[in-house]
């Protein structure tokens, strides 16, 4: 057993040892350099194609975030390649297993296929950008990256979504043109409909003098409905994209307060409580 210890050539183990982990950092260390490096020019050559042309700043950071992903798929493959390279293994049959698990992709890992596909059809197709409010897979929320694989989607809780692109069966991008605001306010049965209707178009009007993210109206339509004990008066106004929610918050507000202060009633739910005394007899 110790002859068998003493003719291991320990020098020889230790010197290659240190020859692979010198060649392991090496590689480590210029993964972690080219991927930076990297990075800042695909961020600069979009920045100066934006600059250039015509293209919106979301599609620009769309686009920017594709080419760091699939630079950065193929800066591991080419890691993944040294690394082996480096332990002596043939590297050309790591090439040929490569092209091996391609045709496994081909034919098994549909899914993964059919999301590279479809997202490949909606960059191409300039259906959504990166920071756009969409409504994609049943998920609302605002666009962060979009991937030939996965679309990462932000909800307004914070939710982070990563949905496959497979699944992205219908989609609606709102933020392509002018958003509405629309309010449903409720009068009582008892107040003039006509004096209730000046009454908000004047709230509106004011609302309107105070933000400049409204494009067109507010407007008051009219009755939009009867319910129990109200009726209802819709108002409607164009807005910027994403600015809708404010503009609605604010119509409501002054609306509100403009029917207070005329006295017109904006009626509330009333529960009725009825209470049966029982009356019980005593017989001596």
């Known amino acids: 057993m110790q002859e068998w210890i003493i003719a291991i050539n320990w020098a020889e183990i230790a010197t290659k ?41 979301g599609r620009i950071r769309t686009l920017e975030k594709l080419a760091v992903n699939v630079f ?55 259906q959504i950008d990166v920071e756009e409010y969409v409504t994609l897979a049943g998920l609302d929320g605002i666009v962060e990256e979009v991937g030939l694989r996965t679309t990462k989607l932000r909800g307004f809780d914070g939710t982070v979504h990563f949905v496959p692109n497979r699944e992205i069966g219908s989609l609606s991008n709102h933020s392509r043109s002018n ?25 509106c009007e004011r609302a309107a003098s105070k933000v400049d993210t409204i ?18 008066i819709r108002v409607l106004a164009k807005t910027v994209n994403m600015e809708q929610w404010g503009v609605e918050r604010l119509l409501r507000k002054e609306i509100k307060e403009a029917l207070e202060e005329n006295g017109i009633e904006i009626p509330f739910p009333h529960q009725v409580y009825m209470h049966k005394q029982e009356t019980q007899s005593v017989h001596s």
């Not at 692979?20 to 695909?42: P, T």
């Not at 494009?215 to 209802?232: F, K, R, T």
């Open 179 to 203: 958003m509405q605001a629309l309010v449903d306010i409720s009068i009582a049965y008892d107040e003039n409909i006509g004096e209730a209707v000046h009454v908000m178009q004047a709230a």
């Open 72 to 126: 950065s798929y193929i800066l591991i493959f080419v890691v993944i390649t040294l690394i082996v390279g480096v332990f002596e293994y043939d590297v050309t049959a790591l090439i040929a297993g490569a092209g091996i698990v391609g045709l496994a992709i081909g034919f098994g890992a549909q899914g993964l296929v059919s999301d590279i596909v479809t997202g490949f059809f909606i960059l191409l197709e300039k």
């Open 17 to 57: 040892a240190v020859t692979v982990a010198a060649q392991l950092a090496g590689i480590l260390i210029a993964f972690f350099i080219v991927r930076a490096i990297g990075r800042k020019f695909i961020e600069k050559s979009f920045n100066r194609m934006g600059d250039q042309r015509n293209i919106s700043t």
């Open 215 to 232: 494009i067109e109206g507010p407007d008051v339509l009219g009755v939009q409905g009867l319910g129990d004990s109200d009726v209802v």
